[in-house]
Every structure is written in structure tokens, then in C-alpha cells.
């Protein structure tokens, strides 16, 4: 089985401070690691991946993720949080292999301070 | 490149009733995915194709639920006698078949159900 823990519900962090939101996960072998962010009513937008190799990731809008294998660990982190990174952030795992479906965190509420 | 297209984006009905939703992937994604999202909770993996072919199903899935992509295009999600419990959003997303990014799941707006 397959699992991911987001221990944070909620978020706050003042605008232009640095800004982490934690993802840990289970799975059996090697894992495939994403982020998502969902805008209210809206679908979930890609932000970034790890597959393999460096085990920092840079993604979309000034994001990056570092992939700790010995802590199962995929925190996401921004160097200065602007008001518009508002929003619900998803971590999501699958195997590297077989089987496709995607595991979802239950979510953390980020809110930007201005 | 339009991205993956879901319709209707809302659907209000009665207990009991059936409901059918659509599904467009963005064009030559081979690979199409249904999610479950309810309130306070991350989306929940339904099902899933490559082409035509439906090759997994979550016991999420009741009998009540059935998923077609009968051309390898578009898909539908139809739920048959629908109950209160069957409320949330139901997202659709898509991966490619080969390139930078074959793993990544590009998500629709999804459609969010109401059973009253």
C-alpha cells in the first residue's frame, strides 16, 4: 500500500518570509513524488516532480521540493512567499513502476500573510 | 495544446437518479485517470485507461459506477441511482505517452456533484 502524510492542515507564513509544507510518504520501492496546488473550485495544477536524479526539484512559480530518501520525506519550500501562493497544496505518490494511480495527501491550507 | 476539459462543471440531482460526466484528455494522452475528491480530503483514485482498455478499478468503485472510453478519446463516468453519499468533485486527469513528462497527471477543472 501506498500512503503520503501532510501533518499540517494549516499554513501561515508572513509575505516575503520563506515558506515549507510537509510531505512525507510510503511506498513500496522506489517512488514517484509530485505537488499539486488547487485554486478554490478549481482542478489541481502540476507544480513540480521527482522521478530521479538531483533530489532537489525546481518546479513553477519559484517552487522546489527536496526528496530525502532515508527521511521518506518531499517538503516543499519557496525563498519568499508572495500573497497570489495562497492556496490548498496536495503531495501525491505512486510507484515508480506497474501500477499509475496516484496517492493524495489530505491537503495543506497555505495562507499568505500580507 | 488545450488541457483536459470536463463537462458539465456542475450537476445538481434527486436520490435515485442517474448522472452521466465527460471527460476530454488533452489531445494524444494515451492514459486517462478518475478521482473522487470530497471535502477536507485529497482526490481519491477511482479508475483508469490506457487507450481503451480500463486496466485498474478501485473498490471504490461500486457496482453503481461505471466508466467507458470506448474510442480511446474522451471518456464518461456514469453513476446510476445516485445517493447523497455520491456528492463531491470528480476530477479527470490525463498522462502522455512518452517525453518529459509520460508521469504527470494534468488535472480538469472537474465536475462537482450535488445529490439532494
Known amino acids: 500500500a501506498q500512503s503520503v502524510a501532510q501533518p499540517e492542515d494549516q499554513v501561515n507564513v508572513a509575505e516575503g518570509n520563506p515558506l515549507t509544507v510537509k510531505c512525507t510518504y510510503s511506498?513500496?520501492?522506489?517512488?514517484?513524488l509530485f505537488w499539486y496546488v488547487q485554486y478554490p473550485n478549481r482542478g489541481l495544477q502540476f507544480l513540480l516532480k521527482?522521478?530521479?536524479?538531483?533530489?532537489l526539484v525546481k518546479g513553477s512559480y519559484g517552487f522546489e521540493a527536496e526528496f530525502n530518501k532515508s527521511q521518506t520525506s518531499f517538503h516543499l519550500k519557496k525563498p519568499s512567499a508572495l500573497v497570489s501562493d495562497s492556496a490548498l497544496y496536495f503531495c501525491?505518490?505512486?510507484?515508480?513502476?506497474?501500477?499509475?494511480?496516484?496517492?493524495f495527501g489530505t491537503g495543506t491550507r497555505l495562507t499568505i500573510i500580507p | 495544446d488545450t488541457g483536459v476539459s470536463q463537462d458539465p462543471r456542475h450537476k445538481i440531482t434527486k436520490r435515485g437518479q442517474n448522472v452521466t460526466f465527460r471527460c476530454d484528455p488533452i489531445?494524444?494522452?494515451?492514459?486517462l485517470y478518475w478521482y473522487r475528491q470530497t471535502l477536507g480530503q485529497g482526490p481519491e483514485f477511482l479508475t483508469y485507461?490506457?487507450?481503451?482498455?480500463?486496466?485498474?478499478k478501485s473498490r471504490l468503485l461500486s457496482d453503481r459506477f461505471s466508466a467507458e472510453r470506448p474510442k480511446g478519446s474522451f471518456s464518461t463516468l456514469e453513476i446510476q441511482r445516485t445517493e447523497q453519499g455520491d456528492s463531491a468533485m470528480y476530477l479527470c486527469?490525463?498522462?502522455?505517452?512518452?517525453?518529459?513528462?509520460?508521469?504527470?497527471?494534468?488535472f480538469g477543472p472537474g465536475t462537482r456533484l450535488l445529490v439532494l
Open positions: 521527482y522521478i530521479t536524479g538531483d533530489n
Open positions: 485507461f490506457q487507450n481503451e482498455a480500463q486496466l485498474e
Open positions: 501525491a505518490v505512486r510507484k515508480n513502476f506497474g501500477n499509475e494511480k496516484l496517492t
Open positions: 486527469a490525463s498522462s502522455g505517452r512518452a517525453g518529459k513528462h509520460q508521469e504527470t497527471q494534468y
Open positions: 511506498v513500496s520501492g522506489n517512488p514517484y
Open positions: 489531445s494524444e494522452h494515451n492514459r
